[in-house]
């Protein structure tokens, strides 16, 4: 009679003998479906390509994007501020000092996108990018609201208003600059 770990070993010869035949057939499989693997590899590759801008949308992309990188830097700067406001110092004077330039930053970037020469291909997404410009520059309107009555309610407007703009660029972010890319 067999002993417990006569049999435990017959079985771990057993199973690496049986993975090693699987693994053998899985080689020997013939290569068209190794193929039609990669050409759907290939096709999803293709679609997911954005189109190529033409040469007044790079302008417009790269006029656009010297705002955008101080936009996006603002916005993080309004929200880390809100999170400080919220976690640390409820100073709303200090909340408010951090803001004010924020908030004239937004208001002016609203207008420079505004007067941007845009290829007509492009007014939608600069449409866009205006009103999250616009946005941005009414949530800090509301936080500066808030800091002088104390109306909480205002603060959970400026969030929404904040977290509609940050879509809005996301948006924006998709057409112009896919992946991140960064027009030079």
């Known amino acids: 009679m067999p002993s417990g770990r006569s049999l435990?070993?017959?079985?771990?010869?057993?199973?690496?003998?049986?993975?090693?035949?699987?693994?053998?057939?899985?080689?020997?499989?013939?290569g068209p479906v190794v193929?039609?693997?990669?050409?759907?590899?290939d096709t999803r590759a293709e679609k997911h390509q954005p189109p190529v801008l033409t040469?007044?949308?790079?302008?417009?992309?790269?006029?656009?994007w010297a705002v955008h990188r101080e936009a996006t830097r603002s916005a993080v700067a309004m929200s880390f501020a809100?999170?400080?406001y919220q976690t640390e110092d409820r100073d709303a004077r200090a909340f408010a000092r951090k803001i004010?330039?924020?908030?004239?930053?937004?208001?002016?970037?609203?207008?420079?996108?505004?007067?941007?020469?845009?290829?007509?291909?492009l007014s939608g997404?600069?449409?866009?990018?205006?009103e999250a410009m616009a946005l941005y520059a009414k949530a800090a309107d509301e936080i500066l609201k808030f800091t002088g009555d104390g109306d909480v309610q205002?603060?959970?407007?400026?969030?929404?208003?904040?977290?509609?703009?940050?879509e809005d660029m996301l948006r924006v972010g998709e057409v112009l600059w896919p992946g991140q890319y960064k027009p030079h």
């Open 125 to 130: 997404t600069q449409g866009q990018y205006v």
């Open 8 to 30: 435990l070993l017959a079985g771990v010869v057993v199973a690496l003998g049986a993975t090693t035949g699987a693994a053998w057939l899985h080689e020997l499989r013939p």
């Open 82 to 84: 809100g999170i400080s």
């Open 100 to 121: 004010e330039p924020l908030a004239k930053f937004f208001h002016d970037a609203e207008m420079q996108v505004r007067t941007m020469s845009t290829p007509p291909s």
């Open 154 to 166: 205002r603060l959970g407007d400026a969030h929404r208003m904040d977290v509609s703009a940050s």
């Open 55 to 64: 040469a007044d949308e790079e302008r417009f992309a790269t006029a656009l």
């Open 35 to 41: 193929q039609a693997a990669a050409q759907t590899a």
